[in-house]
């Protein structure tokens, strides 16, 4: 059973950074395309980026691009995500999520075969 533990999470100004972690165990993490997602106060959960197994695909939500970026380590087991220039919109609960077939992540999140239990992201002053 694939498990997904993200970490990284808190409360920053707006303007400021953070690094999301997400590490994966009890699969082959190579095999997962990987993805994180994020859900705000009374709206739905959102793709905000996606990389495939190798890493060589990745999609970055029209919100996040030129700010946040995705990246993975497969000798770590890890995907990441990094943001910056963070804005007070910025704040939700942001899931690590993977599937195995890569489309599934734009197909909704019913789609998405395993979820991390998420971690808080809080950009105010």
């Known amino acids: 059973q694939v498990q997904l533990v993200e970490s990284g999470g808190g409360l920053v100004q707006p303007g400021g950074s953070l690094r999301l972690s997400c590490a994966g165990s009890?699969?082959?993490?190579?095999?997962?395309?990987m993805g994180w997602f994020r859900q705000a106060p009374g709206k739905e959960r959102e793709l905000i980026a996606s990389t495939t197994g190798s890493g060589m695909t990745s999609y970055i939500a029209d919100s996040a691009k030129g700010r946040f970026t995705i990246s993975r380590d497969n000798t770590k087991n890890s995907v990441y995500l990094e943001m910056s220039n963070l804005k007070p919109e910025d704040t939700a609960v942001y899931y690590c999520?993977?599937?195995?077939?890569?489309?599934?992540?734009?197909?909704?999140?019913?789609?998405?075969?395993?979820w991390g239990k998420g971690t808080l992201v809080t950009v105010s002053s």
């Open positions: 999520a993977a599937v195995r077939s890569y489309g599934n992540f734009f197909a909704g999140s019913h789609a998405v075969d395993h």
């Open positions: 009890g699969g082959t993490f190579s095999m997962l395309n």
